[in-house]
């Protein structure tokens, strides 16, 4: 028997359970950390409102902060929830610690492999298919909680719709509210001690309601919780009211300025064939098409010659028609404080694909803002007019322009994307915290499980969940949004739609709320299908287009394959455990 010290002793026997969960549930955290964190401060990273290692320390901070004040109650539904623990009383204590090892590793080996494949499984859906794994091969279907098991297999539809519609509903408010608003600036500051006020409500009555026994929560009567919630979003309000509010409506007026002056003048720098940068004024017509374009010399004057092999190149382009003026896009100019400075031509070519056009308030021509390499695909094709009658290819390539077109149109105003990127911080810190609280569980639910039972000798479990444990795993997340979490942070958000700081408010509001309800309520749901659900009902509501629906159509196949690839894992280990035990 090994003493911990004077209050804790672990028989011999299945310490090296004990020692091997601890290693398989930090690994599992890490692998959290890398996966799941990201979807939180994925959205405010590419909109540039955080730096990757602000997100980091934001990160770690609210992951750790939810895992220790609500994480308990999902983590108790994990080990005594999903399983009858009572039929391992009297003497088959080490097979259910057993069983919890093997559920740790048939969660941690599918994550792994998922993560490799950068597949979007839910960690909530492996960790509570590898338990029910062990318990199939211990006790047959007697040992599993079916009842429990079906309001988890519920939410897990559920949620993603709840999360959809809150964040759908949201952003009609906020469209109606403030973005559709000739000058959306002053609505959007009367409402932002509002928004504030309402997410600190939310975090700080999940955090008091039925609260953290060690804590001593729990003793606060409801009214106790009600006066502390409300009190504090109160106090919220107000600061927000008379100290951020001026202050925000000062930095972003500046920041407004900046992007207007920007837009009076944009110019676009462009790449001729000899890799010699220039710098273009485009007035123009802009229209998105997928074709087939002609490179094309061009002399001074202006006269366009063919390319001598008259070589066509397939590309995702925008067509520049002319308007009239004395330039045109294939026409390098140079930009100086006086006006524009010509330069003598060059033979340019321009094949290229340029971001969402900017209005100019001084004219009705859209201004191009850069030059985007990333969204040029050019292959080179000698008879590329019948390479592009080719049904397979071209109703792909009709899909992915068509999205194109409709992410193109998806922008807010600058006064909006200020405003909203504020409120992005909080959003993601608030989206950090729920997912502490709800899947931190994942990983240690099944390690306090193996813990307790080895300290208690008992695997009724009555001790509370260690606060310390909690702090392990929120402590592995930490590390693995660290290390791994930066390469990985740009979320699928990214890819199933396009996101704007407006909507990106709105889907983590939507999403957030929905987990943090479930974590209250102690069902442990999915904080990736919140996510999914709410990025899809947002993205639909600005544009059907928007949405890449093969994308979501992979994810939600992902779900589905999770449970039994985990379970199955998980009940490989647990036979080969039992042939050795």
Same mark, same amino acid.
């Given at each position: ?30 692998? $959290? ?5 990201? +979807?939180?401060? @994925? ?46 009383? +009297? ?15 048939? !969660?941690?080996?599918?994550?792994? *492999? ?96 039925? @609260? ?55 110019? $676009? ?14 007035? !123009? ?50 930009? !100086?404080? +006086? ?19 900017? !209005?100019?308030? +001084? ?61 992005? $911080? ?80 709105? $889907? ?32 639909? *509501? ?40």
């Amino acid at each position: 028997e090994i003493k911990m010290d004077k209050m804790v002793s672990i028989p011999e026997d299945v310490l090296w359970m004990v020692i091997v969960g601890f290693i398989i549930a930090f690994i599992l955290s890490f692998a $959290i950390g890398a996966n799941d964190v990201a +979807n939180s401060f @994925g959205t405010s990273v590419g909109a540039k409102v955080l730096t990757l290692r602000q997100a980091c320390i934001l990160g770690t901070i609210f992951e750790i902060l939810g895992a220790i004040l609500i994480g308990y109650r999902v983590s108790d539904t994990i080990r005594k929830g999903i399983i009858d623990v009572t039929l391992y009383k +009297n003497g088959s204590e080490d097979v259910l610690m057993a069983g919890n090892v093997a559920a740790l590793t048939g !969660s941690c080996v599918w994550l792994v *492999v998922a993560t490799v494949l950068s597949l979007p499984v839910s960690t909530t859906h492996s960790i509570v298919g590898a338990t029910v794994g062990f318990s199939l091969v211990v006790h047959g279907t007697k040992g599993v909680n079916w009842i429990k098991m079906a309001s988890i297999f519920g939410s897990w539809f559920i949620s993603p719709l709840l999360s959809g519609i809150v964040s759908a509903l949201t952003f009609l408010l906020v469209h109606h509210l403030v973005l559709k608003k000739p000058k959306p600036l002053e609505p959007g500051l009367k409402l932002l001690p509002i928004f504030y006020a309402l997410t600190a409500a939310i975090n700080l009555f999940s955090v008091f309601y039925k @609260g953290s026994h060690l804590l001593h929560f729990d003793k606060i009567p409801l009214y106790g919780v009600l006066i502390l919630t409300f009190g504090s979003a109160l106090l919220v309000a107000l600061l927000v009211k008379f100290v951020f509010t001026p202050w925000y409506r000062k930095r972003i007026l500046a920041e407004v300025a900046k992007v207007k002056d920007k837009e009076s003048l944009s110019s $676009i720098s462009v790449d001729n064939e000899f890799g010699k940068s220039r710098d273009v004024l485009v007035q !123009s017509s802009v229209h998105m098409a997928h074709s087939s374009v002609k490179e094309y010399d061009v002399d001074q004057s202006g006269t366009k010659y063919p390319l001598k092999d008259d070589k066509e190149t397939d590309v995702l382009y925008t067509e520049v028609e002319e308007t009239g003026t004395p330039f045109n896009a294939s026409t390098p100019l140079k930009s !100086s404080a +006086n006006g524009i400075e010509d330069k003598t031509p060059e033979k340019d070519t321009l094949t290229t694909s340029f971001s969402t056009p900017l !209005s100019n308030d +001084n004219s009705d021509l859209p201004l191009l803002e850069k030059y985007d390499e990333s969204k040029v695909f050019t292959k080179n094709n000698d008879d590329s007019k019948n390479s592009s009658s080719s049904s397979a290819s071209s109703s792909t390539e009709d899909e992915e322009t068509k999205r194109m077109i409709a992410r193109e149109n998806v922008k807010d105003k600058p006064e909006c994307v200020a405003l909203f990127s504020f409120l992005q $911080i909080l959003t993601a810190t608030f989206g950090s915290f729920a997912h502490g609280g709800n899947d931190v569980s994942n990983s240690i639910g099944p390690l306090v499980a193996v813990w307790l039972i080895g300290t208690e000798g008992s695997a009724l479990q009555k001790a509370q969940t260690p606060i310390w444990i909690l702090f392990y795993g929120g402590f592995g997340i930490a590390i693995g949004l660290w290390i791994y979490g930066r390469r990985v942070i740009k979320t699928m958000g990214t890819d199933l739609a396009k996101i704007t700081p407006s909507s990106g408010f709105c $889907i983590e509001i939507g999403s957030a709320l929905t987990v943090l309800i479930a974590s209250n309520i102690g069902i442990p749901i999915s904080s990736t299908h919140c996510k999914v659900g709410s990025v899809v009902a947002v993205g639909r *509501v600005r544009s059907r287009e928007n949405v890449d629906w093969k994308l979501f159509r992979n994810i939600a196949l992902a779900w589905i394959v999770t449970v039994p690839v985990s379970g199955g894992i998980s009940a490989l280990t647990m036979f080969i455990f039992s042939l050795v035990m």
